[in-house]
């Protein structure tokens, strides 16, 4: 819903760095998340980001541009523990009592 | 560990039955949500409680109902249950009535319909 769209899926290397990208309608846009899922496991918030800009937090940053509906998901650094799938999510004020999340970018980290 | 507590964590029933499926949220949390994942499919939000009150749906099917006790656990039904409902039930919470700050996850209840 809401047009959220990320790539599908991504592969990287151990080390390396990698850029997942999310697309979303602006109308009425509030505030947008990322959150990372492992397979079968609970999805854990990774940020929040409400402003343009960066937003910077260890090996991950999230950046956000309000006017291009347009933000994205850096990892830095990346261990394999990062395998996983990442999954973008946002807010609406019509809509204020539920997160809207795309389908999620399942990353492959390889040796 | 989020603070959010579900139960059960795996469950497999037929076609046509009905199961209750349980979250406890974070301690102080009054709002609850309750997300399905089927798989390879995002999360789809089906309803929030807020205090014990109803305060907004989503694709919720009408077989599917839920509800928020005074102790704030709650619970979501699932009845003439279909193959298709075979899917990962995330119940989350947050302090807030609206989604303005992260949402705490369960560990999900894996439901399997044969």
């Known amino acids: 819903g809401q047009n959220i769209d990320q790539p599908t899926e991504m592969t990287a290397t151990e080390g390396a760095i990698v850029q997942i990208n999310c697309t979303y309608q602006t109308s009425g846009f509030n505030g947008l998340f990322w959150y990372q899922q492992h397979a079968g496991e609970a999805p854990t918030f990774l940020s929040y980001?409400?402003?343009?800009g960066l937003e910077e937090k260890g090996r991950f940053s999230s950046f956000l541009s309000r006017s291009k509906g347009y933000s994205y998901l850096l990892l830095k650094e990346l261990q394999m523990k990062d395998s996983a799938s990442y999954l973008c999510a946002v807010t609406y004020p019509t809509g204020a009592n539920n997160l809207f999340f795309g389908t999620g970018t399942r990353l492959t980290v390889i040796p | 560990d989020s603070g959010v507590t579900q139960t059960p964590k795996h469950l497999i029933t037929a076609t046509g039955q009905r199961v209750t499926l349980r979250c406890s949220p974070r301690s102080g949390d009054l709002s609850v949500y309750w997300y399905q994942q089927s798989l390879d499919q995002g999360l789809q939000f089906l309803i929030q409680y807020y205090n014990g009150e109803e305060r907004a749906k989503g694709n919720i099917l009408e077989r599917f109902s839920a509800q928020q006790f005074p102790d704030l656990h709650s619970e979501l039904n699932l009845s003439s249950l279909e193959l298709g409902d075979s899917a990962l039930y995330f119940c989350?919470?947050?302090?807030?009535?609206?989604?303005?700050?992260?949402?705490?996850f369960g560990e999900g209840s894996r439901l399997t319909v044969l």
């Open positions: 989350a919470s947050s302090g807030t009535t609206g989604v303005t700050g992260e949402l705490f």
């Open positions: 980001n409400v402003l343009d």
